[in-house]
């Protein structure tokens, strides 16, 4: 073949453009696209970080705007918060190693370090394999894609963060959520079973997708008795088919320490409900850019351990290939050095402090203020019952102040509001909620 006249090309090219512009219908152009069909109507930017641009962009025209929408933790005077002791470990790291690429699955005292920050002092260590993900995020793939057939769907509740349906879809799976909340505001494990009944009907194995302490975007933490429950419901279900259960734990550092309950329960679950973990830096060492992570299983079946292992590491292999190995090197230098591991600590006590202040102070006004919200103890989010969310969030953005809309709900990011600033946010959440009441 010739060269090609690049002019002619970009005759080519406009001439092309012209005519799909011409086309009367989306379907019409959409069968012009060399995207594959359901790649070419996705939707454009996430509907949060387009709430996040118009409140940046009103308040550098010089309005007083409260963001409250941001999923990072913001410090009172609206800086990014950061513990300084991550970045000391950033220093330690040799930068030759650093600069080669890691492990596919991880290094191995990274994963290690992993499983012990999770399941601390626990038998279960011994039974834990992982694999380094990207985040939280990563780790959410792996299990979807490990444990679910194409076509078949992960059960999680109503409110669940939005991402999770994307990575679904992207891996051509499904989700089914049952209602979080019961009619006494707390989790609803009767809603859970019903749902898992009808999706065993459907399918010959599943994955059920928690994420606590402090979910995002409810705030809702499972209570011993939730877990009780929930528990009894897995088991009954893992009599019949294949359990997975998935507990995602983006924000399990900034729970109140009560509420880290898993290893409480592990018992009842080995062995008979598989247990994968969501592990991730982004929020317990405020590296949300630093993309570290893994995907934890705990298997005491040798065997199965081994192939579940094999598995998560085919896996980073088929997707990124290996992890940021400079942030893994740094965050195992911490959950390694007892010394920076209890700095680290206390830096992160610091921040969670904030956190409860301000969570103390949402609960005392939005209380008063007869606001409808879950129980609510600390995390990044709460959510904000409202019969019309669009409304309630329009016209609080009309005062001003952005939350987030949901199905039912507005979400709150008290993460990235200061305590002073709770009265202006409950007050007009509240005539965001009235106003959508009608
Ligand atoms: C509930 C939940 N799970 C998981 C994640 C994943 O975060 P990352 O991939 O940064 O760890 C997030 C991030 O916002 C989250 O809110």
Redesign the pocket.
């Known amino acids: 073949m010739g060269a090609q006249d690049p002019e002619q090309d970009r005759t080519a090219h406009s001439r092309k453009r012209r005519a799909l512009q011409s086309l009367e219908s989306p379907r019409e152009r959409l069968a012009e696209s060399h995207l594959i069909p359901e790649s070419a109507d996705r939707p454009g930017d996430d509907p949060i970080f387009a709430l996040n641009a118009e409140a940046l962009r009103r308040a550098r025209a010089g309005e007083d705007v409260l963001n409250s929408t941001i999923?990072a933790l913001m410090r009172d005077d609206g800086r990014m918060a950061v513990l300084p002791t991550v970045f000391e470990a950033y220093r330690r790291v040799d930068p030759e190693k650093a600069a080669a690429y890691a492990p596919i699955s991880g290094p191995p005292a990274f994963l290690r370090g992993v499983f012990e920050d999770l399941l601390p002092e626990s038998p279960y260590v011994e039974q834990a394999v992982g694999a380094a993900?990207?985040?939280?995020?990563?780790?959410?793939h792996h299990a979807i894609v490990n444990f679910l057939e194409p076509g078949q769907s992960l059960l999680t509740t109503n409110y669940?963060?939005g991402?999770?349906g994307i990575l679904a879809k992207h891996t051509r799976r499904g989700i089914e959520t049952f209602d979080m909340f019961g009619v006494d505001g707390r989790f609803d494990s009767a809603a859970m079973e019903s749902a898992l009944e009808r999706l065993i009907a459907r399918q010959d194995r599943v994955l059920v997708l928690l994420?606590t302490p402090c979910?995002?975007?409810t705030g809702y933490s499972l209570d011993d008795d939730d877990w009780e429950r929930a528990i009894a419901v897995l088991l009954r279900a893992a009599e019949r088919v294949p359990v997975t259960l998935l507990l995602?734990l983006?924000?399990a550092r900034f729970a109140q320490p009560g509420s880290i309950r898993w290893p409480v329960f592990m018992d009842q679950l080995a062995g008979k409900v598989t247990m994968l973990f969501?592990w991730?830096?982004?929020?317990a060492f405020a590296q949300?850019g630093a993309?570290?992570?893994a995907c934890v299983a705990v298997e005491p079946d040798p065997a199965e351990r081994e192939r579940i292992k094999n598995a998560l590491g085919f896996s980073c292999r088929g997707t990124w290939s290996n992890c940021n190995h400079l942030g893994m090197l740094a965050i195992t230098e911490i959950l390694t050095d007892p010394e920076l591991r209890q700095r680290c600590d206390a830096e992160r006590a610091e921040l969670r402090r904030l956190l409860t202040e301000r969570a103390a102070a949402f609960n005392e006004h939005a209380s008063t203020a007869g606001l409808r919200f879950p129980r609510y103890e600390g995390g990044?989010?709460v959510s904000v019952f409202t019969p019309d969310a669009a409304r309630t969030s329009a016209i609080m953005r009309d005062a001003g102040v952005f939350v987030v809309p949901l199905e039912g709900a507005v979400r709150v990011a008290i993460c990235a509001t200061s305590a002073d600033k709770i009265p202006r946010l409950v007050a007009a959440l509240e005539e965001g909620v009235r106003g959508a009441e009608g």
């Open positions: 999923g993900t990207p985040g939280g995020t990563g780790a959410i669940y963060w991402p999770y994420n979910q995002n975007p995602d983006a924000y969501a991730t830096a982004s929020k949300y993309r570290i992570g990044f989010f």
